[in-house]
């Protein structure tokens, strides 16, 4: 500690604060008030990642041992009914996803791990 910036010590008692992130923030943190002085959101690269995916893979079934909601969300994320999911595993096609890190981790996450992907920059 050789700055004594306003930043350095909290405010109120004048401790040293200490450099803290916990969930999504992140900033300096006062032990002693037990409060934060200066608090900025956090969001981790793949939530910045400006980059969008193609996601390619196919299925050989319906994702095993899954319940109905999941199955809605498929659907959902890949806006694809339940008759055109059927229909493309049943004839072996790609199913082609488009998105950002996020979608495309929160699909595989669906999807679980039996599921070969091919993953490319847009
Ligand atoms: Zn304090």
Redesign the pocket.
């Known amino acids: 500690m050789n700055d004594d910036s306003l930043f350095t010590k909290?405010?109120?008692?004048?401790?040293p604060?200490e450099i803290k992130r916990q969930d999504r923030l992140s900033g300096l943190y006062?032990s002693?008030?037990d409060?934060w002085?200066v608090v900025t959101s956090y969001f981790s690269a793949i939530e910045t990642d400006p980059n969008q995916y193609i996601l390619t893979f196919q299925l050989t079934t319906l994702p095993p041992k899954q319940t109905l909601k999941t199955l809605k969300t498929l659907s959902h994320k890949l806006e694809l009914n339940y008759i055109a999911i059927k229909n493309k595993i049943d004839k072996k096609q790609d199913f082609i996803f488009k998105g950002n890190a996020m979608k495309v981790l929160e699909l595989v996450e669906i999807l679980g791990n039996n599921v070969d992907f091919n993953l490319k920059v847009q």
Request: proline residues 0%.
């Open positions: 909290c405010y109120k008692c004048q401790n604060v006062c002693f008030c409060e002085i």
